[in-house]
């Protein structure tokens, strides 16, 4: 009889780089009765792992919003993580396989049994409108100091704006938000360099209980794109909930002549909860990159940091 694993053995953290297509769900976090990306990767992980886990992902994401790269932690046991290989089909019994990499394929696997019941198939014949709309692109064992949230060191999100009938494509509609007429790039990076350091971003979030409000915005740059669609960029050591809509919601009040940058400033400089910012349309928003420090050192010492400044009063430097 083989011996047990001692009860104390350490778990193991795994680390997920995935993306996924936000318009089959309901946001990120996982809510009763709705279709969630966190929903389906945790099921998807429980039907590989045959044990429920949670997920702690690097940053919520609304209904509709994309993510080409996302990420997020959860810990093993660690004889679940190094059974992992197990036993392989005739065809991969000759590839090297670890952990992570039994544990990409075998989620992927579990991904599709999950997502092709998510939605409707739009015709007989066609494939389930969620299938694919998830993929795991890595996993892998990493120190336990790594903290999928709060070790990030920036988000970085892209926002694509069809601006006039000249940039607007059927084939987009569900990447892009469309605005009426064309708009000019520089008059809204100018509008978005009004909200660039360190703030109380109140009046462009959705505060959650007991949840500081102060950010630090590091870009904002709207561009015209190759594809002729407007490619708003911005980069924060993290955003508060619906902060990048309301941002890019707001330049676009300025960019189509509806406000001045006046106005912008007076919301950043007075932050209250303000129903006068609109949020844009959130299927023109991606997440694009989460940046971590290199090490396991990086990380503690980030999420310290992180932890520390999320849990201060909402005060900033003019605020």
């Known amino acids: 009889m083989g011996a047990a694993l001692p009860e104390t053995d350490p778990p193991v953290r795994v680390r997920l780089d995935f993306a996924y297509d936000g318009a089959p769900f309901s946001g990120w976090a996982r809510q009763p009765g709705l279709t969630t990306v966190q929903g389906c990767l945790e099921d998807a992980l429980q039907l590989v792992l045959r044990h429920p886990v949670h997920l702690t992902v690097a940053g919520r994401t609304d209904a509709g919003v994309h993510a080409q790269h996302q990420v997020a932690h959860l810990d093993l046991p660690r004889a679940a993580w190094e059974a992992l290989p197990g036993r392989r089909g005739t065809a991969e019994r000759h590839a090297p396989d670890d952990p992570g990499a039994a544990l990409v394929r075998k989620l992927n696997g579990a991904l599709t049994r999950v997502l092709s019941g998510i ?45 006039g009938p000249r940039h607007q494509s059927p084939l987009t509609r569900g990447y892009t938000a469309w605005t009426p007429r064309e708009l000019d790039p520089e008059q809204l990076s100018a509008a978005g360099r009004q909200l660039l350091g360190l703030h109380d971003f109140l009046s462009f979030c959705k505060p959650r209980p007991h949840a500081t409000t102060v950010r630090e915005l590091r870009s904002v740059d709207f561009r015209r794109a190759e594809s002729g669609l407007i490619e708003a960029r911005l980069q924060a050591d993290a955003f508060c909930h619906h902060m990048v809509r309301a941002i890019v919601g707001a330049c676009l009040a300025v960019g189509e002549g509806r406000r001045d940058e006046a106005w912008l400033r007076g919301r950043l400089e007075h932050p209250v909860r303000d129903s006068e910012i609109r949020l844009a349309p959130p299927e023109g928003l991606c997440l694009e990159r989460i940046a971590y420090p290199q090490d396991a050192a990086g990380w503690a010492d980030q999420a310290e940091r992180a932890r520390a400044r999320r849990a201060a009063p909402s005060e900033a430097p003019g605020s």
């Open 119 to 163: 939605a409707p198939a739009p015709r007989p014949g066609a494939r389930p409108a969620g299938l694919g709309a998830i993929l795991v692109r890595s996993a892998a064992a990493v120190d336990p100091s790594f903290d999928a949230r709060f070790s990030a060191l920036s988000r970085s999100y892209v926002y694509r704006i069809a601006d």
